[in-house]
């Protein structure tokens, strides 16, 4: 199989038809056909259903799709491994969550820039569950996650921080005078939740032993649940990084949880087969440098 084939075929298949694809790759759309064709030959199968102006993958197509998304991937990490030896440049494509989007990454993000401008970096936004797929497919470059540990055979996952938690609530909140908050004391509260699939969510109703509070309520952001919270509408169970400002300025107060902080661990992970480019090399330095001072503060604040 031609490089420029499996090329070809993966642009054919993220632009969803032949015509998108020409226009993208500077090809006749003959050219495309011709190098779709060449393939579908070599390997004695379709790789495209037609339907219409679109073309979607057959199954062989999907099991190609990632072998050659991976084959582009090394033979560009191989050119750039001999050729470049100045400073990093390309792309660095990072998922992670929202907590840490907004109140872990800013910092690195601009340090990164600042040091290396020559890097397109492309931020997904994510939720933990699908990040390990997203890694798998070569969609990401490295992800963010909060989360328990867990083992991924064919991830390199390394822990950064144990994420302090926080149950907060508004400092006029009845239960802001107790020494100590157990899960019964919660049934005729009302629960601001964050999204399904969430892992300190998770960690949280597990700890809550089949109570359930008379009110719950979901939200996607968690800017939205601090406001709430502050507004006095309910109570909520948020890493601390993310309401650390509320806190200190009194906007929000923590209620004392009756539980053990949970394992909740903020994680960098990437595959293990990948190639570390220069660009991904020194962001992961990088990450480790700033989950130093992270967990410096983090000592600090449970201390205290």
Request: aromatic letters at 8%.
């Amino acid at each position: 199989m031609e490089l420029r084939h499996l090329k070809t075929f993966k642009v054919v298949a993220d632009m969803g038809g032949f015509t998108r694809a020409a226009e993208a790759l500077g090809y006749a759309q003959s050219t495309i056909t011709s190098h779709i064709q060449s393939l579908e030959r070599e390997l004695g199968r379709p790789l495209f259903d037609r339907l219409g102006k679109t073309v979607v993958l057959t199954s062989a197509g999907e099991r190609l799709y990632e072998y050659a998304s991976q084959i582009l991937r090394l033979s560009q990490a191989a050119e750039s491994a001999v050729t470049d030896d100045s400073q990093p440049a390309g792309k660095l494509t990072i998922g992670a969550p929202e907590s840490l989007t907004v109140y872990r990454l800013p910092a690195i993000m601009r340090e990164y820039k600042e040091r290396y401008p020559d890097v397109q970096i492309v931020l997904m936004p994510s939720q933990c569950w699908e990040m390990s797929p997203k890694l798998r497919a070569g969609e990401l470059d490295v992800a963010f996650l909060l989360a328990p540990p867990a083992e991924e055979p064919d991830l390199q996952v390394e822990t950064l921080l144990a994420e302090p938690m926080a149950l907060i609530a508004s400092p006029q909140h009845p239960l802001k005078d107790r020494a100590c908050v157990h899960p019964e004391d919660l049934i005729h509260e009302t629960l601001l939740k964050t999204e399904k699939g969430c892992s300190y969510r998770h960690c949280f109703e597990h700890d809550m032993k089949s109570v359930y509070p008379a009110h719950e309520i979901e939200f996607w952001n968690i800017e939205a649940i601090k406001q709430c919270v502050m507004a006095g509408l309910g109570i909520a169970y948020l890493p601390r990084v993310t309401v650390e400002t509320e806190l200190k300025e009194g906007k929000l107060i923590a209620l004392p949880w009756y539980q053990d902080q949970p394992v909740v661990l903020t994680q960098l992970a990437y595959h293990k087969n990948k190639w570390l480019s220069p660009a991904l090399r020194v962001f992961v330095d990088m990450v480790h440098r700033h989950a130093e001072q992270w967990r410096k503060t983090a000592s600090t604040v449970t201390s205290a």
